[in-house]
């Protein structure tokens, strides 16, 4: 059975000080690892999508890496607006449940002035 | 573009009432997903579409819910009867399946409470 896991379940961070979160996977085959980002009272937002092990992406602040086990989003000197529950989910290849994604729990991020 | 949308945004209703979500997905994208998310269950699957078709339906929770994608560019979640556990914020994706990318893109959900 395909399993998603997030940690930390929740991080403070002051303004400024970097730091990362973390989603393991267990899939029979990734076809790719998605994070989102979701607001209070709001949709998932699409961030990245990862690939392969030793693919990066960056937007602004944060950077999505992605090994065979686990994907890791960097937030580096985090700004009070960072603050969200970030999501990652995995789609997974060669079975008949088509472009599917699987979430983790998320992880929520507070990051104060 | 206007991105997926939904209605209605906040739905209150008593429990044993009929309860009918709506999505209109983003134009050209050929597969639609609906989510529930709860605090202790997190986003969770319900069913999603490819060509108005359903394709997996093992995430709906019982035969109180039932979904249809008459077109295109319209999908409803119907639940009936409702009951207060189905209380829970409801969520519509769509994505172009078959490109590389294949990203879904969420609607802003409905808040449903059944009291």
């Known amino acids: 059975e395909d399993q998603v896991t997030q940690s930390p379940e929740a991080l403070r961070l002051q303004e400024g000080e970097s730091s990362s979160l973390n989603c393991s996977y267990t899939?029979?085959?990734?076809?790719?690892l998605f994070w989102y980002r979701q607001d209070p009272g709001k949709g998932p937002e699409f961030l990245f999508t990862?690939?392969?092990a030793g693919e990066e992406k960056e937007k602004e602040r944060l950077k999505a890496t992605l090994t065979k086990k686990e994907s890791f989003l960097h937030i580096t000197a985090p700004k009070p607006e960072d603050s969200a529950t970030y999501l990652c989910?995995?789609?997974?290849?060669?079975?008949?449940?088509?472009?599917?994604?699987?979430f983790g729990g998320g992880t929520r991020l507070m990051v104060k002035p | 573009d206007a991105g997926v949308i939904q209605s209605p945004r906040h739905e209150v209703t008593e429990m044993g009432q009929e309860v009918t979500l709506r999505c209109k997905p983003i134009?050209?994208?050929?597969?639609l997903f609906w989510y529930r998310q709860t605090m202790m269950r997190g986003l969770e699957l319900l069913i999603y579409?490819?060509?108005?078709?359903?394709?997996?339906d093992s995430g709906m929770p019982e035969d109180r819910f039932s979904a249809k994608m008459p077109n295109a560019s319209f999908s409803t979640l119907k639940i009936q009867p409702s009951e207060p556990r189905d209380s829970a914020v409801y969520f519509c994706?769509?994505?172009?399946?078959?490109?590389?990318?294949?990203?879904?893109?969420f609607g802003p959900g409905t808040r449903l409470t059944v009291l």
């Open positions: 994706a769509s994505s172009q399946a078959g490109l590389e990318t294949d990203t879904q893109y």
């Open positions: 899939v029979s085959g990734l076809r790719g």
């Open positions: 990862l690939y392969s």
């Open positions: 989910a995995v789609q997974v290849q060669f079975n008949n449940a088509g472009n599917m994604l699987t």
């Open positions: 134009s050209g994208h050929n597969s």
């Open positions: 579409f490819n060509n108005n078709v359903p394709i997996d």
